[in-house]
Structure formats: C-alpha cells, structure tokens
C-alpha cells in the first residue's frame, strides 16, 4: 500500500463501500465465518469445508486491506499541528470534500464500519442457508458482485491506495470466484461461469492487476493454515476458465507488509489534540517497564511517531531539570 500522499476524501467515502457494503468485505468474511461455523457433516463434505473456512481467513486480511486504503486517504485531510486542533479554521476546508462527515465527525478520520452511503454493515448481509449448494452459489453471485463494486470503485478513485486496493483485491476476488464456481461444477455438474453473464473484468488491462498477475496470484488459493484445510485440493484444481492455467493450492499465507505507520491528526483528537502528551506517557511507562527507550513495534514509513516520541523524551527531561 503506498504511503500517504494527497488526501482524498471524498474517495475514502466511495472506497467504504467496499468495507461495509452489501458486497463489501466484511460480507464476504462474515458470510464465509458463518457458513463454516454452522457447517454440518462437515467430515462427510470436508473439502467444501475446507474451501469455505479456508476463504474466510484471507477475506479477514481484505478487511484491513480496506481500512488502509481508507486511512490512507483521509490522512492529511486535516492540518497536522496541534494548533490547528482549536479554531474555526481547521476542518472549513472539509465542507464540500467530507462526503461522509461521520469520516470526522465520528470516526477520527478513519474506516467506518459502514457503505458508501453512510448506512452500517447489516447481518441481513449475510447468508447461511445451510444448504451447501445454495450457499456455494451464493458466493459465487458475491464474489462477482463483490469485483463488480471494486471495478466500479477503481474507476471513480484515482487516489494511488484506491487504485492499489481495488488492483489487489480484483485479481484475489477473481480467484474466490473461479473457487466457488468450481465447487458448485463438482457438486452438480453445472458450469456457472458459463451459464451466467456475469461481468468479465479484464484485469489483463488494469495496470494495477498487472503486478499479482506477473506472481501468478490469479491462479493460486493460499492455505492459510499449516495443519487444516489440506482437502481444499480437491476442490479447488484444473484450469483457469478465462486463461487455460493451472489453479494451484499453495501451503503458506499470502506475503504481508508493514504497515505505514500514518501521522497524529490533531484537529479530529486522532490519537489526542495533542499527541505529544500521549507519547511522553508512554514514554514514561515503557521507562518504567524495563522496556528501551525505542518503540518495540515495526511499521513502514515512521511517520511523526519517531519524531513524536523523541520530543516527548527531550521534553520529560527538560521537566525533570
Ligand atoms: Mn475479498
Ligand atoms: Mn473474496
């Protein structure tokens, strides 16, 4: 995900319809969870099993995936000094930008469990029937609708972490589809990508795509688990439809990243008005614990975080001289 650069938030309120939208994914997580969780017989069925349980694992990551891009695109949408946490100037220029004024209001300029429109994720999103064959073509219609919405959202985002997001998760999402698909073949013999037309995204032609496709990841499910889920091979083989090659279970998570570690916004009290206060704390606390001076966690791009706790040490020391 790149780093922070022009805000856009206005695009952060199109990009939460891919976190809480009907066909967002928090649905697709929760829709695959509960589908596992009631599962039944599941030693008898114990590739779909697989499968399913198997999915919902990777479709936690998309959630974070989501919220990053959001975060990303809020940050900076609000002056970054303390000074401007106090005033009538430092959210004037969000009148027209805030689509979703909750993003502010409410949410710390962060992701909102919510859609485009502002309305919360729902459980009525989510469907568990129990019938294995109607909640396998389920998810084959969510997953089409779910790239439908991401290729709708990379044409009306051109933020650099709309275009990121919506590249990585049209290729994956291309993966699940083609999984479900191939379940519901084996199980009855109807070919749903055939009988349906549902949309053909050309991720051969979206520049964003290009670089999972260069890794092969159109073709591979990973399995994210290093003792369970090993039957999802059977379900999950034979040729990509669209291209020929073969689909490929692979036996490790897919590779992660540090995450950016994004900037105070002092202007929504984003971690506080003023940060510096909260870092000298736990400054003074990790003293306290025996723990170096030096935060333990790693993340990507330290964006104030450093400098932040660094002048919080130097002021702790000019106050105990
Ligand atoms: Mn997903
Ligand atoms: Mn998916």
Sequence with gaps: MPPPSDPD????????????????????FMNY??????????????????????????????????????????????????????????????????????????????????????????????????????????????????RNNKLKVYEMCDHPAARALTGYLLVRGGVHQVAYARAVELLTGADLSKMFPSPRIPTDKIPECQPHIKKKLHLKLYRFSPDDYKEIAAAFNGAHPETGEPLEVVDEAPEGALPNDLPSQPAVFAPDYFPEEIAEIAQK????????????????????????????????KSKVT
């Excluded at 938030?9 to 697709?28: D, H, I, K």
């Excluded at 729902?122 to 064959?133: A, P, R």
């Design 9 to 28: 938030p206005a695009g952060a309120a199109r990009v939460q319809e891919l976190m809480g939208g009907r066909f967002g994914e928090m649905s697709t």
């Design 33 to 146: 969870t509960f589908q596992s969780f009631n599962f039944r017989n599941r030693q008898g069925a114990r590739p779909f099993f697989d499968l399913i349980s198997n999915i919902a694992a990777e479709e936690f990551g998309h959630i974070e995936l989501v919220a990053v891009a959001i975060n990303t695109m809020l940050t900076g949408a609000t002056p970054a000094t303390d000074k401007a946490a106090f005033g009538d100037s430092s959210m004037a220029d969000l009148k027209d930008l805030a689509i979703n004024p909750h993003h502010f209001l409410a949410g710390g300029q962060g992701a909102l469990c919510q859609d485009s429109r502002g309305n919360p994720w729902t459980g009525d999103n989510v469907f568990s029937s129990g019938d294995l064959i109607e909640d396998l073509t389920h998810n084959f219609f969510l997953e089409t609708g779910a």
């Design 285 to 316: 606390l990790r003293k306290k614990a025996g723990l170096p001076d030096e935060p333990l966690g790693e993340v990507a791009n330290p964006a104030d975080g450093k400098s932040t706790v660094k002048k919080a040490a130097k002021k702790a």
